[in-house]
């Protein structure tokens, strides 16, 4: 079984809609969630962390649900810009231990 | 901060040469990198785990005599492509993070490598 789970997608999805993308994770020793988006041929990019409470960060809400072992990442109002892979990650914390998603591809149409 | 620099980011080889791609930390000291490859359209695999100052511990099915890592100081890890093969070109990215817990993984720019 996969460390992390993640529906590659694609997900296309027209200007100003609203779409979520959800990870799982089977390790529930799990410490530390974030997104990371990476652009056609680029390295990933940290998005932003995924805290217990939920963050948001403009258009972009992270939310960690630790009872179901899963992550979501909601981008609201898509920009043509926010298409791009976006790869969940998580860390045990132990020995420094990243695994990642096989990431989920959105491409916002105008 | 957490700067991971990558160089170079663009090498063509011919078949059975060697080519060395080196990760720095540039603000930051990292004990560990984790190097990375990446092939088109395909999701990130980790190849191996550098720890300074020891041996590198490589993932199953990554051959440790043909990906050689140093990792010599806190602030360099390289990677060497030995008798690279066409089969070898792929996106090799680099990553590091700070010894911080809950700390994200930064990525170097990442290395695209085509062996002709």
């Known amino acids: 079984r996969k460390e992390v789970e993640q529906d590659p997608g694609p997900f296309n999805v027209p200007e100003g809609a609203t779409v979520a993308f959800n990870c799982t994770y089977s390790n529930s020793a799990s410490q530390s969630f974030f997104w990371y988006r990476q652009d056609c041929r680029k390295e990933p990019k940290l998005l932003m962390s995924v805290y217990s409470s939920g963050n948001e960060d403009g258009r972009f809400t992270a939310q960690l649900n630790r009872a179901s072992q899963y992550i979501s990442l909601l981008i609201r109002d898509s920009k043509l810009s926010d298409s791009a892979t976006y790869l969940c990650a998580v860390n045990l914390n132990t020995g420094n231990q990243f695994y990642f998603g096989t990431g989920t591809s959105l491409t916002v149409i105008p | ?116």
């Open chain 2, 1 to 116: 901060g957490a700067v991971v620099s990558q160089h170079p980011s663009r090498v063509i080889c011919k078949s059975g040469t060697s080519v060395k791609i080196e990760c720095r930390s540039l603000d930051f000291q990292a004990t560990t990198m984790f190097w990375y490859r990446q092939f088109p359209k395909q999701s990130l695999m980790l190849m191996a785990t550098s720890n300074e100052g020891s041996k590198a511990t490589y993932e199953q099915g990554v051959e440790k005599d043909k990906f050689l890592i140093n990792h010599a100081s806190l602030t360099l890890s390289t990677l060497t492509v030995t008798s690279a093969h066409p089969e070898d070109s792929s996106f090799y990215i680099c990553s590091a993070s700070l010894h911080i817990r809950n700390s994200p993984l930064h990525f170097g720019n990442g290395t695209r490598l085509t062996v002709t």
